[in-house]
């Protein structure tokens, strides 16, 4: 087994100190089972090292034609997804994951730059990690987007009731949108951003309470990510950031949600 170093440096895979394992030794009953895509070989042994002693249960793939396939043919709690991949890169497979599945997908880029980060949230990623990440940011962020998945399916007090504005209506019971008669194919952070603005309609809402509503941590964020949803929602939306009919910008504050007839 690959030694790890210590905690908190900023290399691939370090280690976070000791936690006790969140399931019985040698039981997979319960445990959330993760997938992990990238052709790094001794980063997905140091990754499910780390983890099963944490309560996960982490299956490997080394391909972009075998990790698209995987992904969408089992169940899985999440997706680890590297970018840089042979056979197909890592946007071509999350985008045929999101043909099917709505499964949380935490993106890992070699590089760390903006531009591969934006894609991958703009075609569908929940969540992005530089390569050079310390395990304890790979655990907290794994823990959200599963948490978060989690909440999808529960519904306490009963159903939240439909949220309208105007022709836009938003279906908290089924997590699904409609705009007049076409349902709006959201990925899980898009529909989430949604629902948080059509709840909170009339009202702006700053980035970091949106931040805080949908992304569920407390650690630093990509501060442009709220930005590139908003971007995309606009585009699924057919609405035009220069004269909005449904997301309007504050300047200096956040968005609000208008109905489309308002001046």
């Not at 895509?37 to 249960?57: F, M």
């Not at 987007?145 to 105007?166: I, S």
């Amino acid at each position: 087994m690959a030694k790890l170093p210590p905690e908190n440096s900023r290399v691939p895979m370090t280690a976070l100190g000791s936690q006790p394992p969140a399931c019985p030794s040698g039981s997979n009953a319960g445990r959330p089972r993760l997938l992990v895509i990238d052709d790094d070989r001794k980063l997905c042994r140091l990754i499910k090292d780390y983890l099963e002693p944490l309560g996960y249960e982490v299956a490997s793939v080394h391909s972009g034609p075998e990790g698209a396939e995987r992904a969408v043919a089992e169940p899985w709690q999440a997706i680890i997804l590297d970018l840089m991949l042979p056979g197909l890169d890592g946007f071509e497979v999350l985008k045929r994951i999101r043909r099917d599945s709505a499964v949380p997908v935490l993106m890992l880029t070699a590089r760390g730059e903006e531009a591969d980060r934006i894609v991958g949230l703009e075609i569908g990623a929940d969540d992005y990690l530089p390569k050079t990440f310390s395990t304890r940011e790979l655990l907290a962020r794994l823990r959200a987007v599963t948490r978060r998945a989690a909440l999808r399916t529960e519904t306490p007090g009963g159903p939240e009731p439909e949220l309208a504005v105007g022709a836009l209506r938003v279906q908290p019971g089924t997590r699904t949108a409609v705009l007049g008669d076409q349902p709006l194919s959201l990925t899980p952070v898009e529909y989430d951003l949604l629902a948080a603005l059509a709840r909170a309609r009339g009202r702006v809402k700053t980035r970091e309470q949106l931040l805080e509503e949908i992304r569920d941590r407390d650690y630093d964020v990509f501060d442009r990510s709220i930005d590139v949803h908003i971007s995309a929602l606009r585009k699924k939306l057919g609405d035009d950031p220069k004269n909005p009919r449904f997301i309007r910008t504050v300047r200096a504050a956040g968005y609000l949600l208008i109905h489309p007839e308002a001046p």
